[in-house]
């Protein structure tokens, strides 16, 4: 199976230097293995957690004996003793965003009053400028090629529509758009397959044990931000600086680095007083010591026609948080209102077109569902 990526913004898949060297397909499986493990856990499925206990093959009963098992993500994916089903290869590497020659070479996007700032490696685009495009290879290595298939196209289409492929989706790297549906029948008639089978795989992982604290998607929100932004308008953004030659580089690739302005103004501006009061800024937004993965991720800016731009905000509020409502309506209140987005990036909009997504429909949604999605498999209906 052939799979196309369009990159709306740089792709980074990491290197052993520290750079983007090269397009590393094993980083875009770890990231899709990702997504997968989200979903799965959303609808109620067992997806263990790849490196740390419990982790799979799990030992349950069946009868008066115990068998070993693996979760649907391993059992796709691979784990110690399993080998994964597929292969993916990319028939080219893309080029850079911008030229880097080593680790140092970055860009140091640094918005009011930060000491350090965020450090942008170059990423991957696709070869062609007009039309910046990624072809890899899907190879099937064991039986049921179209149940493989199948279940790696649902996450796929999920992170085109609204999330971020490869590492470093916090830092906004990692928009793509996916040749992988051909029309909304076969889109349904896919998912359709992808639920059933997800469905099926419960039964069989009944008496394992359940995996707390990690992400589902039944708990995370998804949006999308356009603006209508024509001429150098990115010289105004907070924190980036304009002379930098590797900036413009990038910024020709009609991609700009907004991640660093608009998380400093969400972390440490005024629009999110229940985060600082309770001081739950680590838990949402990451930190370095101790090493925390962010849980909001905001994309870089990415151009969809001659004047419009899109920005993504996406990410998981654990039901866990006490504080989850009044979060998540900050965060929505503060998101789609022109002041935090004209001071990230010294514009002076006087409106905000937004997407919205959440399960259940609430009245952040935009635009609002006819009916409110209840399930975890039709919020996921309706994402995709």
Not at 160 to 188: I, K, P, Y
Not at 326 to 342: F, R
């Amino acid at each position: 199976m052939e799979i196309r990526l369009k990159t709306l913004t740089p792709l980074w898949t990491g290197g052993v230097d520290g750079t983007c060297d090269r397009l590393h397909e094993t980083g875009i499986i770890g990231s899709l293995r990702w997504w997968y493990e989200v979903i799965v856990r959303g609808l109620g499925g067992m997806a263990c957690h790849a490196v740390s206990d419990p982790r799979c093959p799990t030992k349950v009963k069946v009868g008066t004996s115990e068998k070993q098992v693996w979760c649907v993500a391993c059992d796709l994916f691979g784990c110690t003793g399993w080998g994964r089903r597929f292969r993916l290869r990319f028939a080219e590497d893309g080029v850079q965003g911008y030229a880097q020659r080593d680790q140092r070479d970055q860009i140091n996007v640094r918005p009011s009053g930060r000491n350090r700032g965020w450090y942008y490696g170059a990423g991957r685009l696709g070869n062609d400028p007009a039309n910046p495009e990624l072809r890899g290879q899907l190879i099937v290595l064991r039986e049921d090629q179209g149940a493989v298939i199948n279940q790696l196209t649902v996450p796929l289409a999920l992170v085109a529509a609204w999330g971020g492929l490869g590492a470093r989706t916090q830092h906004g790297f990692g928009v793509v758009r996916a040749t992988v549906w051909e029309g909304s029948q076969q889109c349904a008639a896919d998912l359709d397959r992808f639920l059933s089978y997800i469905e099926a795989k419960k039964a069989e992982h009944a008496n394992a044990p359940n995996v707390s604290a990690a992400p589902r998607l039944d708990e995370f929100f998804f949006s999308r931000f356009r603006f209508a932004l024509t001429g150098e308008w990115w010289k105004h953004v907070d924190g980036l600086r304009t002379g930098d030659g590797r900036l413009r580089a990038w910024v020709s690739k009609h991609s700009v680095p907004v991640a660093p302005a608009v998380k400093n103004q969400l972390r440490f501006g005024a629009f999110l007083p229940t985060v600082r009061s309770n001081r739950i800024e680590n838990d949402l937004f990451g930190s370095l010591s101790p090493r925390q993965a962010a849980k909001i991720h905001v994309s870089s800016a990415y151009l969809l026609d001659d004047k419009t731009w899109e920005v993504r905000v996406w990410g998981w509020i654990p039901g866990s948080l006490q504080q989850r409502e009044q979060v998540l309506n900050e965060l929505h209140a503060a998101l789609t209102k022109p002041p935090l987005w004209n001071q990230a990036l010294g514009t002076t909009l006087s409106h905000v077109d937004y997407e919205w997504k959440e399960q259940g429909n609430p009245p952040r949604c935009q635009p609002p569902c006819l009916e409110p999605c209840t399930t975890t498999a039709e919020f996921l209906r309706r994402l995709l």
